[in-house]
């Protein structure tokens, strides 16, 4: 006697082009592109290859930061001390570079100390049991501290060889910055939908408990999402830092605001278990794009500040919509969708 197998039913075309305009990444885009029509219809320069490509490149240092926040919001933690261990890894880059220590070498050494960062903070949420809130705040404050005592407030040149970071320009006038970042949103999107990882930083956020019964090593995946927030910082800083070409001591303040709200209008929800690198890219977009209406516009900065503060709310009020319609994962098909992933 033959077994009946159940078919999950065919969706049509129709139901397709229904959930893709659902999706919040859509209608973020239309956003964008509704506001890009209005600022060019009221400024010409808008529209030119040069402004959008400065927009861009004005995007990549937080929109790299937005790419682990997004990861961190996902699996109910937040990070607030991004700018400054920012700060710190390019500091640290160099005040090695200073030092003799090769170019290439001083880069990884910048870029690892933003890892360690991250390592640091997730250990101490972690093990400490401390909420990831006053342990990032803390963190804020140690590693800008380190970037005074390391410079003692005095900028440090950035190796000329790593120049073309941040100032290079390919295939016809694409910064070499935008590039990077393009591929890690594409890589933190496959890290975060293709993964074995990605899966457990979303079950984590959605039900503790659950993913816990589904024996998936919470702590450990929330430190790694911590280093990984710390490592993309310490990339950040290193593109930041070869854009003006020194780094101080300074950089990055106040940049925590802006990389959450990246995420957050992105659809990283604050209650966790949701969130998208695609639309962590598009926030950040969103922001550039408001940023440089104002500045062609010549509209007050107080006016520029409260409009996005205003998205950032907008997008928050969204989120609270939204969590009504969310599904918790049992723990049965929890275990059900790491076993699918783990075979695929």
Same mark, same amino acid.
């Not at 074995?196 to 702590?219: Q, S, Y």
């Given at each position: 006697?033959?077994?009946?197998?159940?078919?999950?039913?065919?969706?049509?075309?129709?139901?397709? /082009? @229904? *959930?893709? $305009?659902?999706?919040?990444?859509?209608?973020?885009? &239309? =956003?964008?592109?509704? !506001? #890009?029509?209005?600022?060019?219809?009221?400024?010409?320069?808008?529209?030119?290859?040069?402004?959008?490509?400065?927009?861009?490149?004005?995007?990549?240092?937080?929109?790299?930061?937005?790419?682990?926040?997004?990861?961190?919001?996902?699996?109910?933690?937040?990070?607030?001390?991004?700018?400054?261990?920012? /700060? @710190? *890894?390019? $500091?640290?880059?160099?005040?090695?570079?200073?030092? &003799? =220590?090769?170019?290439? !070498? #001083?880069?990884?050494?910048?870029?690892?100390?933003?890892?360690?960062?991250?390592?640091?903070?997730?250990?101490?949420?972690?093990?400490?049991?401390?909420?990831?809130?006053?342990?990032?705040?803390?963190?804020?404050?140690?590693?800008?501290?380190?970037?005074?005592?390391?410079?003692?407030?005095?900028?440090?040149?950035?190796?000329?060889?790593?120049?073309?970071?941040?100032?290079?320009?390919?295939?016809?006038?694409?910064?070499?910055?935008?590039?990077?970042?393009?591929?890690?949103?594409?890589?933190?999107?496959?890290?975060?939908?293709?993964?074995?990882?990605?899966?457990?930083?979303?079950?984590?956020?959605?039900?503790?408990?659950?993913?816990?019964?589904?024996?998936?090593?919470?702590?450990?995946?929330?430190?790694?999402?911590?280093?990984?927030?710390?490592?993309?910082?310490?990339?950040?800083?290193?593109?930041?830092?070869?854009?003006?070409?020194?780094?101080?001591?300074?950089?990055?303040?106040?940049?925590?605001?802006?990389?959450?709200?990246?995420?957050?209008?992105?659809?990283?929800?604050?209650?966790?278990?949701?969130?998208?690198?695609?639309?962590?890219?598009?926030?950040?977009?969103?922001?550039?794009?408001?940023?440089?209406?104002?500045?062609?516009?010549?509209?007050?900065?107080?006016?520029?500040?409260?409009?996005?503060?205003?998205?950032?709310?907008?997008?928050?009020?969204?989120?609270?919509?939204?969590?009504?319609?969310?599904?918790?994962?049992?723990?049965?098909?929890?275990?059900?969708?790491?076993?699918?992933?783990?075979?695929?």
């Amino acid at each position: 006697m033959m077994a009946t197998v159940a078919q999950r039913p065919e969706r049509s075309w129709k139901d397709g /082009a @229904l *959930s893709l $305009v659902k999706r919040q990444e859509t209608g973020l885009l &239309g =956003v964008i592109i509704v !506001l #890009a029509l209005l600022v060019s219809l009221a400024n010409e320069n808008f529209l030119r290859k040069d402004n959008l490509y400065n927009v861009l490149q004005t995007v990549v240092v937080v929109g790299i930061i937005a790419v682990g926040q997004t990861f961190v919001l996902i699996s109910k933690e937040i990070d607030l001390s991004v700018g400054s261990v920012l /700060a @710190l *890894s390019a $500091v640290s880059a160099g005040t090695a570079y200073g030092n &003799g =220590v090769n170019p290439w !070498l #001083a880069m990884v050494i910048g870029i690892g100390v933003g890892a360690l960062c991250g390592f640091a903070v997730g250990s101490v949420v972690v093990l400490g049991r401390v909420s990831s809130f006053i342990v990032t705040l803390g963190m804020l404050s140690i590693a800008r501290g380190l970037t005074q005592l390391l410079t003692g407030g005095l900028p440090q040149s950035m190796p000329s060889e790593l120049s073309f970071i941040g100032q290079g320009r390919v295939f016809g006038g694409i910064p070499v910055s935008v590039i990077i970042f393009m591929v890690l949103v594409v890589l933190g999107q496959l890290l975060l939908t293709r993964t074995v990882f990605g899966l457990r930083v979303t079950a984590i956020g959605d039900n503790d408990a659950a993913a816990r019964t589904g024996g998936i090593p919470v702590g450990r995946t929330r430190i790694l999402t911590f280093v990984l927030i710390g490592t993309l910082a310490g990339v950040a800083g290193i593109v930041f830092a070869t854009q003006v070409g020194v780094a101080e001591a300074q950089a990055g303040m106040g940049y925590e605001l802006d990389v959450i709200a990246a995420a957050v209008i992105g659809g990283a929800s604050l209650s966790g278990g949701r969130g998208s690198i695609i639309g962590a890219f598009l926030g950040a977009c969103l922001l550039g794009v408001l940023r440089n209406a104002f500045i062609l516009l010549a509209l007050s900065p107080f006016l520029q500040q409260l409009s996005i503060g205003l998205v950032i709310v907008l997008a928050a009020l969204f989120d609270q919509w939204r969590q009504g319609n969310l599904r918790h994962l049992s723990p049965a098909r929890l275990r059900q969708r790491l076993v699918a992933r783990q075979k695929a």
